[in-house]
C-alpha cells in the first residue's frame, strides 16, 4: 500500500528493507513465491508529480514487481536540498520529477550512476548521456489562454502578450522559486533573443513592464486562468490538459516563436539503501508496457519513447514548432540568469 507523505508533516523514520527480489516487467504477475518474497521488499520515493500522476505510477509500479512503495512529496526544489541534506545517509532511493536541465544536471552529484537497458527506445537527444539521469515524459511550455478575458484579443505567442490590453492579466510562476517558471523564462529568452543575450532579456522587461504578474507555485497560475482572474498563464502543457478534458473554455497554445520541449526527469539517489528496487524503477519508468499506460491515462501524459504516442489524445509532438536552444550553457548560467532577472524584477 502507498502512503503519501505531504512534506509538511515531520519526516518519520523508515525501516528499510534489504531483502529484494528478482525483476520482473513482463505483462505476468508474479508466482505467489515471487510475491511473497518482495513483500519483504520497499522503494522510498521522493516525488515532485501531481498526486494523480504519481498514484498510477505507485500502483502500476506495485503490481508488477511487488515492491512496497513510500513516498514523500514535496516541491523539486525542496526535495533537492532534503537530499543533499541527508549526503551519505539518504532516506531516499529515487528521486521522481522536475525538468532534467533545470533541475538534475545541476545536482548531478546527487545521482548515483545507472543507465537502464530501456534507455535505448528513447529519442536520442533525450537518452541518458550523463548515466545518471533518465528522462521519461516530454514536457513542451505553452500558454493557457482564457477566452471570456481575451476577448477579440489573438494570443499566439509571446509577443502578443505586450499587448497594453493585457496589462496585468499574464500570470508566470516565479522563475526564481518554480521550475515551471523558469523553463518558460529559458523558453521566452531563446525565442525571442536566441538566449542570454541583450535583445532577449530586454524582452522580459518589456512583458515585465506590461504587469507581468508572479505567483509562488504553478498551481495559482493554470487555476487563475481558468477561473478568469487572468487572461494568460505561461504553463506546462500537461497543466491544461485536465481543463480541457472537464470541457472548460480553455485554450492551449503552443508559442508561434517556438516552444521548448522539456523532460520530465528520474534518477536513483547517490547511496540508495534499495539500490536494485530503484533500478527496477527507473526500467519501469521508460518500460514499453508503462508508457502505453501513461499515453491513454486521463489526462494523457506525452510518452517519451519513439515507439508510443498519444494518438489523437495530444497534438503530435513533430507539429509543435521548437525553438533551438543550448541546455549546457542554461545549466552552467542558471544563477547568472536568475540574478540578471532578479535584478530587472527589484529596480
Known amino acids: 500500500m502507498k502512503r503519501i507523505k505531504n512534506q509538511s508533516i515531520v519526516f518519520l523514520a523508515i525501516v528499510l528493507v534489504f531483502a529484494l527480489a528478482p525483476a520482473c516487467f513482463g505483462p505476468a504477475a508474479p508466482t505467489p513465491a515471487q510475491a511473497a518474497?518482495?513483500?519483504r521488499g520497499v522503494l522510498v520515493l521522493y516525488a515532485s508529480t501531481p498526486e494523480d500522476y504519481l498514484n498510477v505510477?505507485?500502483?502500476?509500479?506495485?503490481?508488477?514487481?511487488?515492491v512496497r512503495v513510500e513516498v514523500v512529496t514535496a516541491g523539486t526544489g525542496e526535495l533537492y536540498n532534503r537530499i543533499e541534506a541527508e549526503g551519505s545517509n539518504p532516506l531516499g532511493d529515487v528521486m521522481l520529477g522536475g525538468m532534467v536541465s533545470s533541475g538534475y544536471i545541476p545536482?548531478?552529484?546527487?545521482?548515483?550512476?545507472?543507465?537502464?537497458?530501456?534507455?535505448?527506445?528513447?529519442?536520442?537527444?533525450?537518452?541518458?548521456?550523463?548515466?545518471?539521469?533518465?528522462?521519461?515524459?516530454?514536457v513542451p511550455?505553452?500558454?493557457?489562454?482564457?477566452?471570456?478575458?481575451?476577448?477579440?484579443?489573438?494570443?499566439?505567442?509571446?509577443?502578443?502578450?505586450?499587448?497594453?490590453?493585457?496589462?496585468?492579466?499574464?500570470?508566470t510562476p516565479d522563475p526564481i522559486a518554480t521550475s515551471s517558471g523558469w523553463e518558460h523564462l529559458i523558453n521566452?529568452?531563446?525565442?525571442?533573443?536566441?538566449?542570454?543575450?541583450?535583445?532577449?532579456?530586454?524582452?522580459?522587461?518589456?512583458?515585465?513592464?506590461?504587469?507581468?504578474?508572479?505567483?509562488?507555485?504553478?498551481?495559482?497560475?493554470?487555476?487563475?486562468?481558468?477561473?478568469?482572474?487572468?487572461?494568460?498563464?505561461?504553463?506546462?502543457?500537461?497543466?491544461?490538459?485536465?481543463?480541457l478534458l472537464a470541457g472548460l473554455d480553455v485554450l492551449?497554445?503552443?508559442m508561434v516563436e517556438g516552444a521548448i520541449v522539456n523532460v520530465d526527469g528520474v534518477a536513483i539517489i547517490k547511496g540508495a539503501a534499495n539500490l536494485e528496487n530503484a533500478k527496477k524503477f527507473i526500467d519501469f519508468m521508460i518500460s514499453y508496457e508503462f508508457q502505453t499506460i501513461m499515453a491513454e491515462q486521463t489526462p494523457p501524459r506525452r510518452p517519451i519513447r519513439m515507439d508510443v504516442d498519444a494518438g489523437d489524445r495530444l497534438p503530435p509532438t513533430t507539429e509543435i514548432t521548437q525553438v533551438d536552444w543550448d541546455p549546457d550553457y542554461v545549466s552552467q548560467n542558471r544563477d547568472q540568469m536568475l540574478n540578471r532577472f532578479r535584478d530587472i524584477v527589484t529596480r
Do not use: C
Not at 57 to 66: D, Q
Not at 146 to 157: E, S, W
Open 37 to 39: 518474497d518482495a513483500d
Open 141 to 171: 511550455s505553452a500558454l493557457m489562454v482564457n477566452p471570456a478575458v481575451t476577448g477579440d484579443i489573438v494570443v499566439r505567442g509571446y509577443t502578443d502578450l505586450l499587448n497594453p490590453e493585457l496589462r496585468g492579466l499574464i500570470v
Open 107 to 138: 545536482n548531478i552529484h546527487l545521482w548515483e550512476e545507472y543507465v537502464s537497458p530501456n534507455d535505448d527506445a528513447l529519442p536520442p537527444q533525450f537518452r541518458n548521456v550523463t548515466g545518471r539521469v533518465t528522462a521519461f515524459n516530454l
Open 57 to 66: 505510477i505507485i500502483s502500476e509500479y506495485e503490481a508488477l514487481t511487488g
Open 188 to 243: 521566452m529568452l531563446f525565442a525571442m533573443g536566441g538566449g542570454d543575450t541583450d535583445e532577449a532579456w530586454a524582452f522580459v522587461e518589456q512583458l515585465l513592464d506590461n504587469g507581468l504578474v508572479m505567483l509562488p507555485g504553478s498551481g495559482a497560475v493554470h487555476r487563475g486562468v481558468a477561473d478568469g482572474e487572468y487572461a494568460v498563464g505561461l504553463v506546462a502543457e500537461g497543466m491544461i490538459d485536465p481543463y
Open 252 to 254: 492551449k497554445v503552443f
